[in-house]
């Protein structure tokens, strides 16, 4: 049973935007902080920002100010909005629970900064 899927990546210009979108199972959402995580090639997997129940989000430090994520309770869906993008943003976008859950992992969506 698929628990996460991820949409909306894509080819962007240095300085456009994407907003990432994530389909979860009920199960994964309800009553877990969400995450979007990265990982570029050759390097690991990072946090990128996280979302509590409540709403209160937290960043990386290289997304501040250029990142938002959001959760839908009534969808069961966290959103990742990405303004001026640059090159260093190029990666594979995931969505998990935080702390991740290793079983909830899955195909991730591209995103490609042209500079």
């Known amino acids: 049973q698929v628990q996460l899927v991820e949409s909306g990546g894509g080819l962007v210009q240095a300085g456009g935007s994407l907003r990432l979108s994530c389909a979860a199972a009920e199960s994964v959402f309800r009553g877990n902080f969400m995450a979007w995580y990265r990982q570029a090639p050759g390097l690991q997997r990072k946090l990128v920002a996280s979302v509590s129940t409540g709403g209160h989000t937290n960043y990386a430090d290289s997304v501040k100010g250029r990142f938002a994520i959001s959760r839908d309770g009534a969808t069961n869906s966290v959103y990742l909005q990405m303004n001026n993008l640059n090159s260093e943003d190029t990666a594979v976008y995931y969505c998990?629970?935080?702390?991740?859950?290793?079983?909830?992992w899955g195909q991730g969506t591209q995103v490609t900064v042209s500079s």
């Open positions: 998990n629970s935080s702390p991740p859950d290793r079983l909830y």
